[in-house]
């Protein structure tokens, strides 16, 4: 009778957690073993009473030659008697792996998930269903919490995840595998079984064979406690990962390829999300299956939150950099050197003609146009400039600072360094090569747009005045 129940909650589990139903075709993962067989045969039922269809496929990855000739032997045979289509795939493992020199375990799964997806989409399936048990959950929680894994690591096996534009589920994840064999011999399922499953050079296997029955001794139902563990690390890491990328969104934005963050608003954070949001743009900048290191991820939560940090630079691996200047920090491929820039316009345009000129390197675009009844020479924003014509020196020229670079500041007597009034507005360091002025032929410098303008060619006099905007533009190239 619990053969049937076993059969009965994976049936619930297929229709109501993964919405399985009629007209849709699920692909199952079968290498002949007990618990894959157990789970075609369970998917079969199931299709044939809810009016879906499964396809069984299977990859003999070689390594253990007349070992695995028989199993694909076994699941093909099995198959036709059950009336399910199959596909199977011949790999050639041990010339693969001598050929491209990857982990043996790392690249047999890369090639049987590729099998898989390919057959899923030869077939028209919309899920990829695998054999993983309450068992096997149970001893990737104690590996994991062995290797010192944080939260996401315990949360184990998820359930279901994407396979690229599939959907990968796991029925048996809350079945033990005492239940898959019951199951199998309640109903004459026939299985395989694998010689390297009792192999004690693998970690699992020696979790399985030894650690668990260890620590069974003093906790009888640790399998099921690991498995709750998993559920409820499932859910808490869904729950704080989604959390941590929505105040990423709010207190940083992109810089590049990187990433700036409000310090402020960081530190304002509780260390779990602080840590969270680290962990993110580390493991983007280093690519999708990366990991970053608790102990890196905790020097840059402590970079990033000081309120007077000790540290301005710091090397995060991968060619990456963590950067703090003033309220922010920057987080991503390290700045490269500039080495300056200069762009000039000859002659301004006729009437109500307009200028444009693009300065790729700081991203903005400049405007400049002829006003020859200004009433208001007042600017609208600090993006914006008016400047008497007949008092200018053509060519001017729109660059980056020099050493020694001073400006006649308007409202002032004297004149002052360029790189003061940087530090005055707290222009970060990495920006300040970047960040463009006005200067004229004579090499007066006219205004630094955003930040201050020079008491010359003040508008009002003789000439025609010229108004000069800069905005964003979309030629940014740095």
């Known amino acids: 009778m619990k053969a049937l129940d076993t059969a009965d909650r994976v049936a619930r589990s297929l229709r109501d957690m993964f919405g399985i139903g009629p007209g849709d075709c699920v692909v199952a993962a079968v290498s002949g073993g007990p618990d894959s067989m157990a789970l075609l045969h369970m998917m079969k039922t199931a299709a044939e009473r809810d009016g879906w269809r499964v396809v069984a496929a299977h990859v003999n990855h070689g390594f253990r030659g007349a070992e695995s000739d028989a199993e694909a032997a076994l699941v093909r045979e099995t198959a ?178 990187g990433w700036r963050l409000d310090a402020a608003y960081f530190r304002g954070l509780h260390l779990a999300l602080q840590r969270r949001m680290i962990k993110l743009i580390l ?71 307009q200028l444009e000129l693009i300065v790729p390197e700081c991203g903005l675009i400049f405007r400049f146009r002829r006003e020859d009844e200004l009433r208001d020479a007042s600017p609208d924003s600090r993006r914006e400039a008016f400047f008497d014509e007949s008092e200018l020196s053509m060519p001017l020229v729109v660059r980056s600072r020099r050493p020694g670079d001073r400006i006649d500041l308007l409202g002032l007597k004297g004149s002052k360094k360029v790189q003061d009034i940087f530090i005055d507005a707290k222009v970060p360091r990495s920006r300040r090569d970047l960040l463009p002025l006005l200067a004229d032929g004579s090499g007066r410098i006219l205004w630094l747009p955003g930040l201050r303008r020079s008491r010359h060619a003040m508008p009002g006099g003789e000439g025609a005045a010229i108004r000069v905007t800069c905005s964003e533009s979309s030629h940014h190239t740095v």
């Open 283 to 353: 493991n983007g900048l280093a690519g999708l299956h990366s990991q970053a290191h608790y102990e890196r991820v905790d020097d840059i939560v402590s970079a990033v939150a000081a309120e007077r940090p000790s540290v301005a630079r710091m090397d995060v691996g991968g060619g990456s950099v963590l950067i703090r200047e003033y309220g922010f920090a920057y987080i991503g491929p390290a700045p490269l050197a500039h080495a300056g820039y200069s762009h000039s316009v000859a002659a301004f345009p006729g009437r109500s003609g």
């Open 80 to 257: 036709a008697a059950w009336g399910i289509q199959l596909a199977v795939a011949e790999i050639d493992m041990p010339a693969y792996i001598a050929a491209t020199g990857l982990n043996p375990q790392a690249a047999s799964r890369e090639r049987r998930y590729a099998f898989l997806r390919e057959t899923a989409r030869a077939y028209g399936a919309s899920a990829i269903a695998v054999a993983h048990h309450a068992d096997d959950q149970a001893e990737t929680v104690l590996m994991r919490f062995l290797r010192g894994s944080g939260m996401t690591g315990l949360s184990g096996i998820p359930m279901r995840r994407s396979e690229q534009e599939l959907e990968l589920i796991r029925p048996l994840l809350r079945i033990t595998k005492g239940e898959l064999l019951a199951y199998n011999e309640r109903f004459g399922v026939p299985s395989a079984n694998d010689s390297s499953n009792v192999k004690m050079n693998y970690l699992r296997n020696a979790v399985r064979l030894e650690a668990l029955p260890f620590l069974e001794r003093y906790n009888p139902e640790l399998r099921t406690g690991l498995g709750r563990l998993a559920e409820l690390a499932s859910a808490e890491d869904d729950y704080m990962e989604a959390e941590a990328r929505r105040r990423l969104a709010a207190g940083a934005e992109r810089s590049g390829e």
